[in-house]
């Protein structure tokens, strides 16, 4: 197990640079994963630390061992890839074997690491089948199993999940999530599912047209989203621009002069007045009511009106248009709080403390 | 940048010297004795020579003719086969293409015996009191149209139906609901879909018909461009006949080459390769007379292009055959001729042998190389690979027999020995092999090598345990049609070939022209059975690698 670093990538494919200069450290044991828009650069990244791809300029560092110029079967990676990359012509066994028979391992040996791993992803009666009469999960299974049998210093993954359905996805993430925990190994997730990485990640680096724009836990993305890019790409959000129209030192409030009128915020440091700004805010941090509500000084009241509903479930989601923009909310058990309608006149409430400030 | 598997660089430079050494050497040479200045004046008075004018016109109409009548035929065979239920479509398909496989000038040898002055026809309608005198089928350009339309028509009906396979139903559907009348339908829908197929058919048809000297030699018309061509250069009875010969040769070439490039945009060659795969796909059921009439021009037409093949068989068998429809008397004779003389087998079976293995080296390496690597070379190589394919046989061997003479240094040396005959045989079949390996890698996906690379696999050790198993059957599958192509090559080898180098088709084109045309028959047998049987095989193994 080691601790992966990489120093300002750069990869550039003929006049396309899909890394600029990016940046990243992953620790010991722990579970990064790379999120972003197809084409932000995050599959190149993972590969470039498999050493399937040389970096234009830049540092792999393995430890403090800098493999940069190592060539991918002498970095010891297990990786996993989108479409799993099973050979046809080998049976499940002899997948999984291949890497431990690549190293010369002595057969009996070989044989109990195979039925150990088989055993840990519950594919031990799978073994003398051959790839094409497995289900997708199955696969799933045993590319991870021929990756990690090696006991590689990293695991890398490369959207392992976007082939399969939605239910067995679920499964097989909190499977890798526990395995990753299990065997303290050191993996690097790449998807563009943020759900997906919120559930299985330790840290989540964003991805945007090459560039890393944050890396932070899913709690740290999630609420303290440090662009307008990361807010928007991670869960649902509302975007309202303004202007800073006065600075309460006293209360710790800043109120904004918005496209829907006045918004107070929590203050933050290095805010000034006059500045132009953008206010993000959660749908679900938004309170609905039907009946008026007052403001605060610690919060916004707004008169809207139900534009369109959706009824997902376990929550109803509405955009209700305030001051001429449409503004999402969330109403969680809507049976027992209150179903919406559209054209229904609603009153709603944006906590102060719960709006995020970004330039 | 991403990395590429190293042991290709090797590959590459190999591959370079062979390209260099056996396509660009031999084809830039014969270019430049050409336009050496001596020649170029030589070639101006040669262009308004009577017999140099006369050839050229003649060869013109046969070959504008054949075309224009072959895709009148295999047009409408295709379409029908295609779309509607015909009985027998399983057998059919293979029944039409099987005959493409062996030379056409088998056809010429067949048609004499049926069509010939006191042929198997004459004989019957004589005997019918239906007419006097002999009819003229076939002696003179009719007779070379005619054999050549009957053996050349399946490459248009073949490559068109290829097209076919790949149109979208649900196109022809759209124009359909849209209004568009059966007719409106064809021309403004199907047909420019099917254009590749029917102008690569077309091409090939054009520029074989141009430049086939065997089926008019065999009929006794030397009055076209390539047997004049092939008997200036093949009997050397002076120094200016054979660069008459050559300016010949010369001119064909750029003719081919003018075609070439005219109809290139519409040609597929990479598209080629799949042109030996038909398989039977949904079709319409037909009712009433139009059932009737398509089945019967398929029927029909069938049946003309597998007479000869099939008449054939019955010449093999005759002793002593003349003025009866079919033989008085059969034997093994022939073929106990054809036995007694082991050279032309032996020859055969090594030089295909060698060939096929530069065939299979080439395309097991080679393709991988060019497919899965970038490099500005890759282009050249597979450029030049793939144009062997449009290089004349007539071209091929005149630029081996100069490029090889005893007086080229080093090249001479080659020249000398058995060896260059495999290797110019290799050379122009080569792309059967190619095209099917280029279509086998390119659908082994690249993440299967990276799953070994990462798994401390290097490239070769990669190359050999993972993508050669999954890609093995459909590599053999186009080698075999490539050692068909060679074992049944005549057209370059007639050229290069020394005493004592005699192929099949090199004796069977000897025993005819010697007149020893039963002899020559049982070698035709001998070369249809064995390409049949090879045929299945390839198809079964390029099954399976599906």
Known sequence: MVSVRVEDVWMVFGKVAALRGVSLEVREGEMVTLLGPSGCGKTTLLRVISGLYKPTRGRVFFDSEDVTEKNPWERKVGLVFQDYALWPHMTVFDNIAYGLKLRKFPASEIRESVRRVAELLRIEDLLDRYPHQLSGGQQQRVALARAIVINPSVLLLDEPLSNLDAKIRINVRTEIRKLQKELKITAIYVTHDQEEALVISDRIAVMNQGVIEQVGTPLEVYYNPRTLFVADFVGQVNIVKGSISNIDETEGIAVVDSEIGEIRVAAQQGLKEGEVVHLVFRPEMVEVSKTPIEGSVSSTVFEGVVDTVQFLGNLLRADVTVGGKKLRVEVHSPLARGWLSPQERVFIRIPAANVRVLK | ?546
């Open chain 2, 1 to 546: 940048m991403p990395k590429t598997p190293s042991f290709t660089s090797t590959v590459r430079i190999l591959l370079l010297i062979y390209v260099l050494l056996f396509i660009v050497f031999p084809l830039v040479y014969f270019v430049l004795v050409i336009l050496s200045p001596r020649s170029l004046s030589e070639v101006t008075s040669f262009v308004y020579s009577d017999v140099f004018q006369r050839s050229l016109r003649n060869s013109i109409y046969v070959s504008a003719l054949t075309t224009l009548l072959t895709t009148l035929l295999g047009l409408p065979y295709a379409y029908f086969l295609h779309r509607y239920r015909i009985p027998g479509k399983r057998i059919i398909l293979p029944l039409t293409f099987m005959p493409t496989m062996i030379p056409p000038f088998v056809g010429a040898l067949s048609i004499i015996f049926l069509l010939g002055r006191f042929g198997t026809l004459n004989l019957i309608l004589m005997d019918l009191k239906l007419i006097e005198r002999p009819i003229n089928f076939i002696y003179g350009l009719h007779g070379v149209i005619l054999v050549q339309v009957l053996t050349l028509f399946p490459w248009v009906a073949v490559n068109v139906y290829n097209s076919l396979l790949k149109l979208d139903r649900t196109l022809e559907e759209a124009a359909e609901s849209l209004g568009a009348s059966p007719l409106k339908r064809f021309l403004t829908v199907t047909l420019p879909s099917i254009t590749p197929g029917l102008m690569t058919g077309v091409f090939m048809v054009a520029s074989f018909s141009f430049t086939d000297y065997a089926t008019p030699i065999v009929l006794g018309q030397y009055e076209l461009l390539a047997p004049q061509a092939f008997v200036n250069i093949q009997q050397a009875i002076d120094e200016s006949r054979v660069r008459a010969g050559a300016y010949m040769v010369f001119f064909m070439l750029v003719i081919v080459l003018l075609l070439f490039f005219a109809s290139k945009r519409y040609i597929s060659l990479r598209e080629y390769a799949s042109l030996r795969l038909p398989r039977p796909v949904e079709e319409m059921p037909l009712r009433g007379i139009g059932r009737i009439l398509s089945t019967l021009y398929v029927y029909v037409l069938l049946f003309l292009g597998l007479l000869p093949h099939t008449f054939i068989f019955v010449i093999s068998l005759s002793k002593a055959w003349s003025f009866t429809p079919l033989p008085a008397t059969y034997s093994l004779e022939n073929f106990q001729r054809m036995l007694s003389n082991s050279t032309p087998f032996v020859n055969t079976a090594l030089y295909s042998l060698v060939g096929t293995a530069v065939c299979f080296a080439v395309g097991m390496f080679g393709a991988y190389t060019i497919v899965r690597t970038s490099h500005p070379l890759n282009e050249f190589i597979d450029a030049a690979l793939s144009m062997m394919f449009v290089v004349p046989g007539i071209v091929v061997g005149t630029s081996y027999l100069f490029a090889f003479r005893s007086d080229v240094p080093f090249f001479g040396m080659i020249g000398s020995t058995w060896l260059i005959m495999p290797l110019m045989l290799a050379t122009r079949r080569i792309s059967y092999t190619l095209r099917y390996a280029y279509a086998t890698y390119l659908v082994i996906r690249k993440s299967m090598e990276e799953a070994a690379y990462v798994l401390g696999e290097r490239p070769l050790g990669t190359f050999l345990r993972i993508v050669v198993p999954n890609a093995i059957y459909g590599i053999l599958a186009g080698t075999i049609f490539s050692f068909i192509e060679i074992v049944n090559e005549l057209t370059a080898s007639l050229f290069v070939y020394k005493p004592g180098w005699e192929t099949i088709t090199i004796q069977m084109f000897v025993e005819i022209t010697a007149g020893r045309l039963p002899v020559a028959a049982a070698y035709a047998v001998f070369l249809f059975l064995t390409s049949i049987l090879l045929a299945i095989a390839a198809m079964r193994l390029a099954a399976r690698s599906k």
